[in-house]
């Protein structure tokens, strides 16, 4: 048998989300080497174009074993604008966990909720999940009421959950049922698939 083929695309009125490609790392850098965007994650603000070049060469392989699947976040004029994707991958209980970056430019223009809701289209209507969750850090104001405004329930707060920098950090936990995406503004965003799924996420019917 043919080894699947890594081509799924999923488009919305202004941005695409793609499997990332090895072309991709110039434009990761210039956008990931502002340390504004990388301030809450445990790895940046990247410092050579390397770091880029060595993030992308080890996507394939998440894909394959089913444990990550980031998505590169493209407007459809301007090109690479970010990073969302799904990891956490529990296939028994039908449930991953979203994370998204954009470069700042893209910060409060809409481009959140629009990647989002491809990637929640991803994992609700073509991998069959039944929860996506989400964390922010406590401290991370912008990112916990950009997830409520688009329909993330508060959940509670995970005590030093994340390490960063040397210290233990507390979380805030969100999550975002199947029921709750489809009467939220998520589902209401027009979505075009194109290819297929990494056939390791697919859990459900
Ligand atoms: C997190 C991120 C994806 C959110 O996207 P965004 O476009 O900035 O978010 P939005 O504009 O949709 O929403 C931000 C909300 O926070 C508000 N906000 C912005 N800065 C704020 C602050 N310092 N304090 C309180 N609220 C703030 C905005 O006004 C907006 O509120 P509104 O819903 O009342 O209008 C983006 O900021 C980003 O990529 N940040 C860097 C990477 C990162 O930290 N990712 C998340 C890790 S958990």
């Not at 301007?78 to 296939?91: C, M, R, W």
Request: glycine content about 10%; hydrophobic content about 45%.
């Amino acid at each position: 048998m043919l080894p699947p083929v890594d081509d799924l695309a999923l488009t919305g009125p202004t941005l695409r989300v793609r499997i990332p490609r090895a072309e991709d790392a110039a434009a990761l850098y210039a956008e990931a080497s502002d340390p504004e965007v990388t301030r809450w994650f445990s790895w940046g603000p990247y410092a050579a174009l390397d770091e880029a070049h060595a993030y992308l060469a080890r996507l394939a392989a998440q894909r394959e074993r089913g444990e990550h699947l980031d998505l590169v976040i493209e407007h459809l004029d301007a090109g690479l604008i970010g990073i969302s994707g799904l990891s956490e991958f529990a296939a028994r209980d039908r449930r991953a966990t979203i994370g998204t970056w954009l470069g700042r430019a893209w910060w409060g223009t809409g481009a959140n909720q629009e990647a989002k809701a491809l990637v929640c289209h991803l994992a609700f209507r073509l991998l069959g999940l039944e929860r996506v969750g989400a964390y922010s850090n406590v401290e991370h104001v912008r990112s916990q009421r950009a997830l409520e405004r688009i329909g993330f329930q508060r959940e509670g707060v995970l005590r030093r959950f994340h390490r960063h920098d040397g210290r233990a950090l507390d979380v805030v936990i969100f999550g975002l049922l199947r029921a709750e995406w489809e009467a939220g503004p998520l589902a209401a965003v027009a979505v075009q698939v194109s290819g297929q799924p990494p056939p390791a996420f697919v859990v459900g019917g």
